[in-house]
């Protein structure tokens, strides 16, 4: 918005020239995201707790955790507010695939938002219904997938992996239950992940830089032609919105670092997924995703290999999951797990970019 306003008066005062550039609007989304929730955040956790918007632990979950109980939730909507502030303000308006970045994180926010509050007034770890809180994720995608599908490129519905120039298969119609498939594995895997203090929002951090280098090079000629990678104009302004997430991921892990001040619940973890499964639609980077966030798939695996493990043999493979619980059942401090997995969410951050080269 503020590149509409300002850049057409250059004329009159020239310093207005670095409006143009994306890499000055992505930097200061990030600030401005930042200082959204520093500014913001105390007023929506002391407007949590006054509301008494707690926390309900699993009594199944670690006994370390029941003390957690009554912190407030929807935290989310702190990073929420910063995204969409800081997006609106940097980003060229134009561009249609920030606001479908944004649609993702508000309609993902709003289910969790449901799931949340349904939560809170029941007293309760269990919330939205298991199938109605798929039916809405299910929903939300594919209003997202269509708009994407229709309003796309040459490249939307191919398919490319790591490691190879070409795409592999041009998924047609089926990029649409592909697409869907995509944001609800994302978004229920950030959830999943979302267990100890700051882990979720450090490792989104991560992927978000990542994003943010490869939508940056994806949007320029000039660089996707050196690298041999798809040009994707529409991506162009994408850095705006990834760098926003980072400066909303980091002001939020200021009150949600041990011990937490505040939870993000599904509120966020389901804004956070469906953010960077609709970044890897929207760049192409489906199966390089699961590289980038690869923390959250071995998060997610661990469910599943114990839940099969347990129904097949009527024995556990880990001591608890999602993975996170199983270390912390071996004698982790909470703190530890959370930085060990911080690291490997770093590795399979630089491991992803390196892909780009190794072709």
């Excluded at 407007?47 to 003390?67: C, E, T, V, Y």
């Excluded at 969790?112 to 939300?140: N, P």
């Excluded at 895997?189 to 992927?207: E, I, K, P, R, S």
Aim: aromatic share 12%.
């Amino acid at each position: 918005m503020l590149k509409e306003l300002l850049y057409p008066l250059v004329d009159m005062f020239s310093a207005f020239n670095i409006f143009q550039y994306i890499t000055f609007r992505a930097a200061y989304a990030a600030v401005t995201a930042l200082f959204v929730s520093f500014i913001f955040g105390p007023k929506i956790i002391n407007a949590l707790r006054k509301f008494k918007l707690g926390q309900m632990i699993r009594a199944d979950g670690p006994r370390s955790h029941l003390h957690k109980s009554g912190t407030p939730t929807m935290g989310g909507l702190i990073m929420i507010l910063a995204v969409l502030v800081s997006t609106i303000l940097w980003q060229d308006i134009r561009n249609p695939y920030v606001w479908i970045g944004l649609g993702s994180m508000l309609g993902f926010g709003l289910v969790g938002f449901i799931d949340d509050y349904l939560k809170i007034t029941r007293k309760s770890s269990e919330g939205l219904h298991a199938g109605f809180k798929l039916v809405g994720q299910i929903a939300v995608s594919l209003a997202i997938v269509l708009v994407i599908y229709f309003n796309g490129n040459e490249h939307t519905t191919l398919l490319y992996l790591p490691f190879l120039k070409a795409p592999v298969v041009d998924l047609g119609v089926l990029y649409i239950p592909f697409g869907v498939f995509v944001l609800v594995a994302w978004a229920n895997a950030v959830n999943l992940t979302d267990g100890l203090d700051g882990l979720a929002v450090g490792l989104v951090m991560m992927a978000g830089i990542a994003f943010v280098i490869i939508s940056y090079i994806m949007g320029r000629a000039d660089f996707a032609e050196y690298l041999q990678i798809p040009y994707l104009p529409e991506s162009s302004e994408l850095p705006v919105f990834c760098f926003g997430l980072v400066g909303a991921c980091i002001g939020f892990l200021w009150f949600n670092s041990h011990p937490a001040e505040v939870f993000m619940g599904d509120t966020g973890s389901l804004a956070l997924g469906g953010a960077l499964g609709v970044l890897s639609l929207m760049i192409k980077k489906e199966i390089l995703l699961v590289i980038i966030g690869g923390v959250f798939v071995l998060e997610t695996l661990s469910v599943i290999i114990q839940v099969a493990s347990y129904k097949l043999t009527g024995k556990r493979v880990f001591k608890m999951a999602p993975l996170h619980h199983h270390f912390e059942l071996k004698g982790w401090a909470e703190t530890k797990v959370v930085i060990r997995f911080w690291i490997m969410g770093g590795m399979f951050a630089i491991l992803a970019l390196s892909t780009l080269k190794i072709q």
